[in-house]
């Protein structure tokens, strides 16, 4: 398991951006896949994005594909997460997570997780 530190989260109108980063300790977390989730109040947490640990496979959900891009930097252990056109539905706490299998973190098990940075979008 790897130890993940997200930031960027913050308030914003609709239709602006934001950027999120996650840093993940260890020196494996360069081979680790990643992704993000969220969780509105009172809503299951839902897939947003993951990424291979190479980035050569990504995937998104329907809500937010062509809106929000996923990247990483293994040079700096960090996964970023760009949100762009961002509407009031997109509010939450998003949430990275790490694991070896890119399938299980795109399924939702994967076996690191950070501690979520608050995400609040304003009509």
């Known amino acids: 398991q790897v130890h993940l530190v997200e930031s960027g989260g913050g308030l914003v109108q609709a239709g602006g951006s934001l950027r999120l980063s996650c840093v993940g300790s260890?020196?494996?977390?360069?081979?680790?896949?990643a992704g993000w989730f969220r969780q509105a109040p009172g809503k299951e947490r839902e897939f947003v994005a993951a990424?291979?640990?190479?980035?050569?496979?990504?995937q998104y959900a329907d809500s937010v594909n062509g809106r929000f891009t996923l990247s990483r930097d293994n040079a700096k252990n960090t996964v970023y997460l760009q949100m762009n056109g961002l509407k009031p539905e997109d509010a939450g706490v998003y949430y990275c997570c790490a694991d070896s299998t890119y399938m299980v973190v795109s399924g939702g098990s994967a076996g690191s997780w950070g501690q979520g940075t608050q995400v609040t979008v304003s009509s």
């Open positions: 260890g020196r494996t977390f360069s081979h680790y896949a």
């Open positions: 990424v291979s640990w190479a980035g050569a496979t990504a």
